[in-house]
């Protein structure tokens, strides 16, 4: 019996025994002390792999590094790198280390990490079998796996898998699509990390799918004869309910000898984004060329009729009338210039390159209305000026704009017989709003996004180009703000709240001062 022979057992400590028992099982074993940068390797190690070494090698990290492979080392790395940041917290490798310079061993690895505490790894504790110890089948699978799982978690592409007999639950996925929907690492109950693909497992995909598209994608994968690749768009919604525009691509394939169904997704928002800037960019484009061709064309017209009164008065010898025609095709000529420095000022506005800098409103709209004293003055109107803020712009631009959206006020006031115009900002929420208001003529509903294009004039028989607020609002938005203009509330000096109030909302981030 085993009791009359305990004193031919050794009275071993844990760690020897540990080394024991590992030397029994043919494996190696490989304490990699992080803290000290110091290996511990059990000393059977040489004799399972014949190694042909000076023993104290083997405690040398970059001896290590010197016998692996170098077509295997980038996926040793990247398990050596993914025990170190806690991505998880074991992982199995096959790769092959160098015996002599044409003889390999093919080396199964599983790689633990050992906690010193529960944001630090201490210590990587590696046990090593040659393959030809294990079932060579499941090696060569594992080797296809590791491969084939280093190269999809690298892949810009997100994937899942579900096997066809239950679609909608995610048996596979890599960390890309953990990424694309906004899924974050998460804790277990023992404050282990776990990776990102593992979180979205047994999952319902469906749930990430938009509600008017999940019908067309149930009815797609419950078709029996689904064999459909080619690329479909759809709306997903990520873990923080921001909806996506992404391209899916299906196959059906084998998954451990079932029919499983394969989805490779593509995040598109931003290309989808920039796809309908582009289209919205043509669409103005068309526009802005129609209402040129129309706007330069008129004074042209104007000129060649009256080039032509002109031979006909000389011929007359007409002298009043000749030189009535000759001061109309002088105006007409001052429009038309006037046309084209408007155009091409508003074709510079974002097309050079201009750095930010700090700006006081208040101080631009000082100098503006000083620059615009004469125009103030002719028209009787009061200038009301509040608190303006200091933001980070192009200050020739935040002239250029006050200066635009004061004109405008000043011109519109009709027959009011107390104008004024108001400059002031105000915080509304998040949003920082600086406003110019006036209780002039006011702008209809159904006009008020057309003033704002090229050339849009509402009352020809006012001076003016039709260029300043176009002007404007390409200055705004060269500054990633928004303009827009509404109605006048009633003040003291506007009690019927007529006239309009012209708001620029400027981001958070080019908020200096706001006093």
């Not at 006048?488 to 006239?499: A, V």
């Amino acid at each position: 019996m085993l009791s009359n022979h305990r004193d031919d057992i050794p009275n071993l400590s844990d760690a020897e025994a540990l080394s024991f028992l590992y030397q029994i099982a043919g494996v190696g074993l490989i304490v990699w002390n992080l803290k000290q940068e110091s290996l511990s390797i059990s000393p059977n190690i040489w004799d399972l792999f014949g190694f042909r070494a000076d023993p104290e090698e083997y405690h040398d990290v970059n001896f290590w590094q010197g016998i692996i492979h170098v077509d295997d080392w980038t996926n040793v790395n990247q398990a050596i790198s993914d025990i170190k940041l806690r991505k998880t917290l074991s992982k199995e490798i096959v790769f092959r280390i160098k015996k002599s310079e044409d003889d390999f061993l093919w080396i199964l690895a599983r790689v633990h990490n050992v906690e010193y505490n529960q944001n630090t790894t201490f210590k990587i504790v590696a046990s090593l079998i040659e393959v030809d110890r294990l079932n060579s089948d499941h090696v060569e699978a594992k080797l296809h796996w590791d491969r084939y799982r280093n190269l999809i978690n690298s892949s810009p592409i997100g994937v899942f898998v579900t096997l066809r007999e239950n679609p909608k639950t995610i048996i596979y996925t890599n960390d890309t699509l953990a990424e694309i929907l906004g899924v974050d690492d998460i804790e277990n109950e023992d404050s282990k990390i776990l990776e990102k693909r593992y979180i979205l497992r047994d999952h319902d995909f469906t749930q990430f799918i938009l509600e008017t598209d999940k019908k067309r994608m149930l009815a797609l994968l419950n078709d029996k004869y689904l064999n459909d690749t080619s690329v479909k768009e759809l709306k997903m919604i990520t873990q923080d309910s921001k909806i996506l525009d992404v391209e899916v691509k299906i196959i059906v394939s084998d998954w451990e000898e079932k029919e499983a169904i394969y989805f490779f997704i593509q995040d598109v928002t931003q290309r989808k984004l920039e796809r309908d800037q582009l289209a919205m960019a043509n669409e103005d484009l068309e526009r802005f060329t129609y209402s040129v061709s129309h706007d330069l064309k008129t004074p042209l017209t104007t000129i060649r009729s009256f080039l032509g009164e002109l031979q006909k008065e000389s011929r007359e010898r007409n002298s009043e009338l000749f030189i009535e025609d000759l001061n109309r095709i002088t105006r007409a000529a001052g429009r038309l210039e006037k046309l084209v420095a408007g155009l091409l000022e508003l074709s510079r506005i974002g097309r050079f390159h201009t750095e930010k800098e700090t700006v006081s409103l208040e101080n631009v709209v000082s100098k503006q209305l000083e620059s615009l004293s004469e125009m103030v003055k002719n028209s009787n109107a009061a200038i009301i000026v509040g608190k303006l803020p200091t933001i980070k712009a192009v200050r020739v631009r935040m002239h250029q704009l006050m200066q635009n959206l004061i004109q405008n006020a000043v011109k519109f006031m009709g027959d009011e017989k107390k104008p004024t115009v108001e400059i002031g900002s105000i915080k509304k929420n998040d949003m920082y709003i600086v406003f110019v208001r006036d209780n002039g003529i006011g702008i209809e509903d159904n006009h008020k996004e057309r003033i704002f294009e090229v050339f849009s004039r509402l009352n020809p028989k006012i001076d003016g180009t039709g260029v300043g607020l176009a002007e404007a609002k390409r200055i705004v938005e060269t500054h990633d703000a928004n303009l827009w203009v509404e109605e006048s509330p009633p003040r003291s000096w506007n009690p019927k709240g007529k006239g309009s109030t012209f708001c620029i909302s400027f981001p958070e981030s080019s908020i200096i001062n706001w006093r």
